[in-house]
């Protein structure tokens, strides 16, 4: 699932957002906290937990997180439009949303790591995206023993993508 997320997902979501929010290191991220929180196959939290989407967004953490932060609100706004949904969902109706428009949950993913107040990190720098992830995310029981593992997945991902796009 993690190369359907990378190759159709993550695009698509960047699309309904400012192109400035797309980069090599935001979608790095995307694909390494993805596989953190769920593995790209749970797009509901196991054992009936409150998170919803690829991303594991709880709705009085994530998502209203971006759905009130000065720096995202109207691009969340600006993001539910160009998706087509009506004006005014609740936060509710948002939460809802994640679990069964990976898109959204990809626009929303990003817009949590853009309220971060540093730059995202390179691809040999897996202990500041450790710290960056914790940040954003908060997860109640961390799991630091896969991190590395996920990160570099991701960035290699991520890499050979850019090489194939170099070479073409």
């Given at each position: 699932?993690?190369?359907?997320?990378?190759?159709?997902?993550?695009?698509?979501?960047?699309?309904?957002?400012?192109?400035?929010?797309?980069?090599?290191?935001?979608?790095?991220?995307l694909?390494?906290?993805?596989?953190?929180?769920?593995?790209?196959?749970a797009?509901?939290?196991?054992?009936?937990?409150?998170?919803r989407?690829?991303?594991?967004?709880?709705?009085?953490?994530?998502?209203?997180?971006?759905?009130?932060?000065?720096d995202?609100?109207?691009?969340?706004?600006?993001?539910?439009?160009?998706?087509?949904?009506?004006?005014?969902l609740?936060?509710?109706?948002?939460?809802?949303?994640?679990e069964?428009?990976?898109?959204?949950?990809?626009?929303?993913?990003?817009?949590?790591?853009?309220?971060?107040?540093?730059i995202?990190?390179?691809?040999?720098?897996?202990?500041?995206?450790?710290?960056q992830?914790?940040?954003?995310?908060?997860?109640?029981?961390p799991?630091?023993?896969?991190?590395?593992?996920?990160?570099?997945?991701a960035w290699?991902?991520?890499?050979?993508?850019?090489?194939?796009?170099?070479?073409?």
């Open positions: 699932m993690i190369s359907v997320v990378h190759r159709f997902i993550v695009p698509a979501a960047y699309a309904v957002l400012p192109e400035r929010m797309q980069s090599l290191q935001a979608t790095a991220m694909l390494a906290i993805g596989l953190q929180e769920s593995e790209f196959e797009r509901r939290q196991h054992a009936g937990g409150p998170a989407g690829f991303w594991q967004f709880e709705k009085n953490g994530g998502m209203k997180g971006v759905a009130t932060h000065d995202t609100r109207d691009l969340l706004t600006d993001a539910i439009d160009r998706l087509r949904y009506p004006r005014g609740s936060l509710t109706a948002q939460h809802a949303m994640l069964h428009n990976d898109v959204f949950a990809c626009v929303c993913a990003r817009l949590l790591l853009w309220t971060l107040p540093r995202l990190p390179q691809a040999d720098q897996p202990s500041q995206g450790w710290h992830y914790l940040d954003a995310w908060r997860p109640g029981k799991h630091p023993d896969t991190w590395e593992r996920n990160y570099g997945r290699t991902m991520v890499a050979d993508a850019e090489q194939r796009t170099v070479e073409e």
